[in-house]
Nanobody, 113 residues
Framework: QVQLVESGGGLVQPGGSLRLSCAAS????????MGWYRQAPKQRELVATI??????NYADSVKGRFTISRDNAKNTMYLQMNRLKPEDTAVYYC????????WGQGTQVTVSS
């Protein structure tokens, strides 16, 4: 089984930056892809994904502002968020595709002046 723990959320002013982290543990060799999703307050929506071979995909709303990456040595995935907007406010969840779909506990990001 895979476990995911997010960190790095918080309060930031519009135009600011935050970096989210998602540390994976357990049977990480079964992970084929990982991603970030957000929910506020309606349905959960995709933010960005990264495959095991490094291919990335972004929602149109974050292209050019957010960057997904991973550090295999640390078993950690990141989401660098720049030029944040109030509409980016949400609970951000990391996700891993393994033998099943695994979700982290979520971390709150609030963009407000």
């Amino acid at each position: 089984q895979v476990q995911l723990v997010e960190s790095g959320g918080g309060l930031v002013q519009p135009g600011g930056s935050l970096r989210l982290s998602c540390a994976a543990s357990g049977n990480i060799f079964t992970i084929t892809a990982m991603g970030w999703y957000r929910q506020a307050p309606k349905q959960r929506e995709l933010v960005a994904t990264i495959t095991r071979c490094g291919s990335t995909n972004y929602a149109d709303s974050v292209k050019g502002r957010f960057t997904i990456s991973r550090d295999n040595a640390k078993n950690t995935m990141y989401l660098q968020m720049n030029r944040l907007k109030p509409e980016d406010t949400a609970v951000y969840y990391c996700n891993a595709v393994s033998t099943s779909i695994i979700w982290g506990q979520g971390t709150q990001v609030t963009v407000s002046s």
